[in-house]
């Protein structure tokens, strides 16, 4: 054991947080409390009354905070940092007289404890309860107890800035006290800790260990006696030697294990008696039997293959700013969790409370919890490693008789020792040695790969690599991967997935934060926030967005960007499903994260409540435990092409779906397709379509059904006739242009790249990744070209020039040809009257108005502008006829531009650059500690 484990042992009680036994005494301490800030200011109150459970935010205490422009995060009300003592008067019954009494703070930050005056007790824990022994200074009568809470320099400055436990970007550095605190009496011999293993043990033929310490070494003769239900599982007789003993569970029938499929429960408990027969001391704690272990790159859950659905929780709570403590919050979240098709939660550089498990252990959601850190292991850095060693012994031993507790990770993108870390792995698995466990999420922002020692990986890629074959997700930063990754950069088809780089580790590989795809702000949502923080940073967007003429459009940036990020969210998730042997995904995010720039990646919003974008039964055809999934080369097609497309279907239910039956349907034909058997990616065939002669271009779509699951997939066709419009210029030269307008010519211009290049972004086909703010400043750190920080489109569906286009009002796959060769047109020098036909959406930070498709009429002439590389685009169906939809309608009497602009105006347009907008720079952990090389 190293230094740090053998403080933290000394230190850290272990005790489970859930023991209920009428054998012990409790007094409930919540209600009104006495505080003082000794770190207040002048200008603010120092002392009186609030209550408990709470915090000084939540009691509307503390430095009021002035409404600001910043945008990196939601605003606090209150804020205070430093030390709190709360005091309340307590009366110790004098049938407590000799007994252990115990101060239970279930979470809090470090504190000490003090008894009429005189300090009794300290603990640094902020990830599981405290426990302070007050046996000595509690005796029958009336006492002071004050509890001073540090949220300031007491935390170690790596955790208080950037873990999700303390930042000020979710959670916040909240002080106070929250969940139950409470006195507790029992025995001087009492049973101090008592952990029933989920995991079978295949060593003692399924049985499961439970781990007893008592308070001391027992006197000769006393027994344990462990119960499951009504039935004694096991007794022993204690050895006066030690005061740690293990126990067996009888083993169970596996089909009735715990599972996702089965969230069954288990009382088991656990009595002290002494050699006359008394019972001592007696304790009942909630687990349950389940066998998650890994074969090669799959888990494996009671004998069926399993994949982690899963997402990244920052511990977004606005209303409170601090993790919820109660059941029926946790509850509401496994709920939506399921009803979005997700079975695990990675908890990013934090814990949840006793009450979370408890609920996902109802649910059947798979948890993985993590140490307090994003940063940096370094020997040197010893009071962090002594406080980071605290934090894990309290975590394992307090959460491991959960069976939702399956996995466990260091942190958040570290960089550090591997030796370190191994000490602390190995001191995970020394407490609980059933435990999966990991060195942490994305370590080295998976530069490394696969690093010995580690039972599963979570990471972006495994490794480095040519190109994006060793990419596990399909959208990155510009910082991160060329032009944004995968899904950026190819050709839409649903063949592409992830087994070139599965294949370079052994363990099982969970993606890493798949998505990131940012939605334009819904500004209704500001009203929600009644609660202690203040959306100061949306009332900010909405300014800029107002400042740049773009508040009437607003809503419909949400839903065109919302509508985009939808659909690149499916994508990815299937890409994930159909890779054979994937471990699973980690989406950031179902819910939005408000800090860090404030990256609005949710479907859900901060609260988890809907956007409206998409419903739980639609978002479940591309996440459940059985998703069917056609492997299409590509979504536009040409009348008359034949195509194979294979069917899989992403079996994940516990059950063998041998036969199972497939209805497809398209507008043209249909069919039926049978399961092959198995669990995993399993096969049903292939679908052999020949695709219709169409005189107009349609949208069509492919609809997949079983009495499982279904899914669906749009497609698009187009004639190989083309219509003729030779009375049409299409140019990419201005000059050119400009005196074919001057003889009354109809023009579609498609400047070329020098002509716009200080009046234009490049293409982006992907909403922005997580948001501008950040990974320009990474991108400007490092020397690479940014994000354009584009939305997608927001498009005038119903306009005459998409007659020949079929097209929603947002972006969909059949843009993606003239958008990944697109370089749209900053527009800010109009009138903000003025609305494109086709406008890029632009991120909240910046506000450009940008233009892709723009009409106007110039002298005699008329003009339309596409700001894209129709040449390129022309290579694909679709981008030949959008610009043969463009020409009919320019060519048509219908052709009538409401702007007019000269021929001056059109050069300025397009030569001559607007104001610049300047954007601040806001960090990242990840980035700042990067070492050299990597």
């Known amino acids: 054991m190293t230094y740090y484990f053998k403080q933290a042992a000394a230190a850290a009680f272990l005790m489970i947080s859930s023991l209920m036994t009428s054998a012990r005494e409790h007094i409930d301490l919540a209600g009104d409390w006495n505080f003082i800030l000794l770190n207040a200011p002048s200008e603010i109150p120092a002392e009186g009354k609030l209550s408990l459970p709470g915090t000084l935010d939540t009691n509307r205490v503390g430095i009021p905070v002035e409404e600001s422009d910043n945008t990196s995060q939601l605003s606090r009300r209150f804020s205070y940092t430093g030390s709190a003592i709360f005091s309340k008067t307590v009366t110790i019954p004098e049938e407590w007289r000799g007994k252990h009494i115990e101060l239970l703070l279930e979470r809090t930050r470090p504190a000490s404890v003090a008894v009429d005056g005189k300090r009794i007790s300290y603990s640094s824990l902020i990830s599981a309860p405290q426990r302070h022994d007050l046996s000595d200074a509690l005796s029958p009568g009336t006492h002071t107890i004050e509890i001073t809470v540090n949220n300031g320099d007491s935390i170690p400055l790596p955790i208080r800035n950037n873990s999700h436990a303390c930042t000020e970007s979710t959670q916040t550095n909240w002080n106070g006290i929250i969940g139950e605190i409470r006195l507790s009496a029992m025995p001087r011999l009492h049973i101090k800790s008592a952990i029933p293993f989920p995991q079978t043990d295949s060593t003692r033929n399924g049985m499961r260990r439970l781990d007893v310490t008592l308070s001391q070494n027992p006197p000769a003769g006393y027994i344990i006696t462990a119960m499951t239900g009504d039935d004694e599982a096991d007794r022993i007789k204690l050895s006066p030697d030690t005061d740690t003993f293990s126990l067996w569970l009888p083993p169970t029938d596996r089909e009735q294990m715990w599972s996702e499929w089965n969230p069954t429960s288990e009382n088991v408990s656990i009595s002290l008696q002494s050699p006359d027969g008394m019972m001592e001391d007696s304790i009942s704690v909630s687990s349950a039997p389940r066998d998650f272990h890994t074969v090669g790159r799959q888990f494996i859950v009671n004998g069926h293959p399993a994949f982690l659905r899963g997402r990244h929780d920052a511990c977004v709570f606005p209303m409170t700013a601090h993790v919820p403590m109660d059941y029926e919050s946790w509850r509401r979240y496994f709920s939506i969790i399921k009803d979005y098709g997700l079975n695990h939660v990675r908890f990013h550089s934090w814990c949840p409370p006793e009450e979370c498990f408890r609920a996902a252990d109802e649910a059947g959601v798979y948890l993985q919890p993590e140490l307090p850190i994003w940063g940096s292991f370094d020997h040197d850095n010893t009071e962090l490693m002594d406080f980071l060693a605290k934090e894990l012994d309290a975590i394992v031993s307090e959460y491991s008789h959960h069976p939702s507790f399956m996995m466990f990770s260091l942190g958040n993108e570290l960089w550090g020792e591997i030796e370190l870390m191994k000490g602390f792995l190995d001191r995970a698995k020394e407490i609980n040695p059933y435990l999966l466990t990991t060195y942490g999420s994305n370590i080295y922002l998976g530069w490394k790969g696969h690093i010995d020692g580690e039972d599963f990986l979570v990471t972006c890629r495994v490794g480095g690599g040519d190109g994006f074959s060793t990419h596990t997700r399909a959208s990155f930063s510009f910082a991160d991967a060329d032009n944004g990754g995968i899904l950026n950069s190819t050709y839409p088809n649903s063949e592409m997935n992830f087994s070139n780089a599965i294949s370079l580790s052994p363990v099982p590989v969970i993606g890493h934060e798949t998505g990131q795809y940012q939605i334009f702000p819904d500004f209704r949502e500001m009203f929600k926030y ?160 020949t695709i219709p002669d169409v005189k107009v ?49 109809r023009v579609i211009l498609c ?83 003025i609305d494109p036909i086709v406008e890029v959406i632009d991120n909240v930070e910046r506000n450009y108005r940008l233009a892709l498709m723009l009409e106007c009429s110039v002298g005699k002439g008329k003009l339309m502008i596409i700001s894209a590389d129709m040449k390129k685009a022309a290579e694909h169906p679709e981008g030949r006829w959008l610009l043969n939809s463009v020409k009919t309608y320019m060519a048509s009497k219908r052709c009538k531009p409401s702007l007019l602009l000269s021929p001056q105006q059109v050069t300025d347009l397009l030569t001559k650059p607007s104001v610049k907008r300047i954007i601040k720079e806001i960090r990242n952990e990840s980035y700042d500690n990067k070492p050299n090389g990597i």
């Open 751 to 833: 400047p070329d790249t020098a002509t716009v290049r200080e009046t234009s972004l490049g293409p982006l086909f992907t909403t922005d990744y997580w948001n501008y703010r950040m990974f320009r400043t990474i991108c400007d750190n490092v020397k690479k070209e940014p994000s354009p920080g584009t939305l997608g489109l927001l498009i005038d569906d119903s306009h005459e020039a998409f007659r020949l286009f079929p097209t929603d009002f947002h972006s969909d796959w059949q843009w993606f040809a003239t958008v990944a060769n697109s370089h749209p047109l900053i527009i800010d020098r109009l009138p903000k009257d």
């Open 530 to 689: 009644t609660g202690v923080l203040r959306p100061d940073n949306f009332k900010e967007f909405a300014r800029r967005v107002t400042d740049a003429g773009n508040a009437r459009k607003a809503q419909r940036f949400f839903h065109a960007s919302g509508e985009l990020a939808t659909r690149l969210y499916r994508a990815d998730m299937e890409m994930n499903l159909r890779t054979p042997g994937m471990g699973g995904f980690q989406l950031l995010d179902l819910q939005d994260y408000p800090g860090q720039g404030t990256a609005l990646v949710g479907i859900l919003d901060a609260f988890m409540d809907s956007k409206g974008l998409v419903t739980p039964e639609k978002w479940r055809e591309a996440c459940d435990q059985v998703t069917i999934l056609a492997e299409l080369p590509k979504f536009c097609f040409t009348s008359g092409e034949s195509v194979e497309i294979p069917v899989k279907v992403a079996n994940f239910s516990a059950s063998d779906l041998d036969g199972m039956n497939i209805g497809w349907t398209t507008p043209f034909a249909s069919g039926n397709l049978s399961t092959s058997s198995g669990e995993g990616v399993v096969d049903a065939g292939n679908i052999s379509l």
């Open 697 to 745: 271009p349609v949208k069509s779509s492919l609809q997949l059904s079983s009495s499982k699951a279904s899914n669906s997939y749009d497609i698009w066709i187009y004639p190989t006739e083309e219509p003729r419009t030779e009375d049409v210029v299409v140019t990419t030269d201005l000059d050119f242009a400009l005196k074919a307008l001057d003889k009354g010519g």
